[in-house]
């Protein structure tokens, strides 16, 4: 028997403040039912078949009296509220030390040793939307050859450079050199490639980004290859890992490609984990304070739900979740500290299932060791397997 799970994470999907919101600035955020409030209610219906209006109350989101699927909410007991904390502690990490975030941007010392490194200076240094510094520095950048480095409240070095200006294997480069720097006291999650193109006034950033994250230690993804199994990573898992525990990778330049890139390897043959991303939630719309635009993005992946349902073998099971929030209804444009909705769908598994409130998204890496029969060690998260179970 060939068990498979699909998992997929919407990124920045959160489900209500979490317990300690209030630590990060948080209070009252709530990204799916806050962008329902905005939007006139969500039409999310086969979301809501699987469960989705069981966890929470959601504007247009019906409860359902006997849902498809099991359904629950999961609380982060990681420090920090960004990408890599969040997927880490899925895969069973849980990290008791926040990375470094830089609110007044990076110490010139760092930036001066970066300056020396790459052979040119920067601008920028200094949290901001990534549509915003380019639109105020992108021609300056594009009359000095200068790359652009900001950050934001999550832990990030990121660079931005103009395609034309900086080849993309320049900028890489130079994010390589950025993630050699950065250690120890400032070993920030991510260093990220940021390209765009255009003219000054319409820059538009492109779908080359590349994440250059930590390693990280031994997880679930790790166990599962030694097993003799496959992990899939679609969209920026294979970045989020560091390129570790990851055996084939699909990168993906929006949502509806992921969605076609999960279809299209759900087709071949396989043991082991379909480890999906989709960013534009987070990208396009959360950070940029857009809520119809992510109550139109959640419509279009529901809309598309169906096909992956369909692509499903008896043996396959569907985990649906997210790795953080970041409520676009919130003054700021960062991440919020939320739950994480968990749906898990499988023709062999339980209906109508409430997992309830767990603990640590390290449940959600157990319940897939579990399920591939795959086992671990030293880390955390307990499975819920059985309760799924018939």
């Not at 069973?92 to 790459?118: H, M, S």
């Not at 949290?127 to 950048?141: M, Q, Y």
């Amino acid at each position: 028997m060939r068990r498979r799970v699909i998992l997929i994470v919407l990124d920045s999907v959160g489900i209500g403040a979490g317990p300690d919101c209030e630590l990060y600035g948080d209070k009252g955020c709530s990204t799916l039912k806050n962008t329902a409030l905005v939007a006139g209610g969500l039409n999310l219906p086969n979301l809501a078949v699987l469960g989705l209006g069981n966890i929470e109350e959601i504007p247009g989101v019906k409860p359902q009296a006997q849902a498809a699927g099991a359904y629950g909410k999961m609380q982060e007991r990681s420090k920090g509220k960004d990408t890599t904390t969040g997927h880490w502690e899925m895969m069973g990490l849980v990290l008791q030390q926040a990375f470094p975030t830089y609110p007044k941007g990076f110490p010139l010392e760092l930036i001066r040793e970066y300056e020396l490194r790459i052979g040119r200076r920067t601008l920028g240094n200094k949290v901001a939307s990534g549509t915003e510094i380019i639109a105020e520095l992108g021609s300056e950048h594009m009359e000095t050859g200068y790359p652009i480095v900001y950050t934001s409240a999550d832990s990030v070095f990121q660079i931005a450079a103009h395609e034309d200006i900086i080849p993309l294997e320049k900028l890489y480069e130079m994010c390589r050199v950025a993630r050699e720097m950065l250690t120890g006291e400032h070993a920030v999650g991510r260093v990220i490639a940021r390209p765009f193109i255009g003219e000054p006034g319409s820059f538009v950033r492109t779908a080359h980004r590349h994440d250059f994250s930590l390693q990280p230690d031994k997880n679930v993804l790790d166990f599962i290859l030694e097993a003799g199994q496959e992990v899939i990573g679609i969209g920026k898992i294979k970045d989020i890992f560091a390129g570790c525990g990851v055996s084939q990778n699909y990168p993906t330049e929006n949502n509806q490609d992921g969605i076609n890139k999960i279809l299209k390897v759900m087709q071949e043959e396989f043991k082991g984990l379909i480890f999906a991303n989709l960013v534009d939630f987070d990208q396009l719309w959360g950070h940029r304070n857009d809520a119809h635009g992510y109550a139109k993005a959640l419509e279009e992946f529901d809309r598309r739900l169906p096909e992956i349902l369909l692509k499903m073998k008896d043996e396959d099971i569907l985990i649906i979740t997210a790795d953080h929030g970041c409520d676009p209804t919130t003054p700021g444009t960062d991440h919020t500290r939320e739950y994480v909705p968990l749906l898990v769908y499988g023709k062999n598994l339980q209906k109508d299932v409430n997992l309830g409130t767990r603990e640590s998204f390290a449940d959600l890496g157990a319940t897939v060791a579990d399920y591939l029969q795959v086992a671990v060690s030293g880390l955390a998260g307990q499975s819920f397997l059985k309760e799924l179970s018939k």
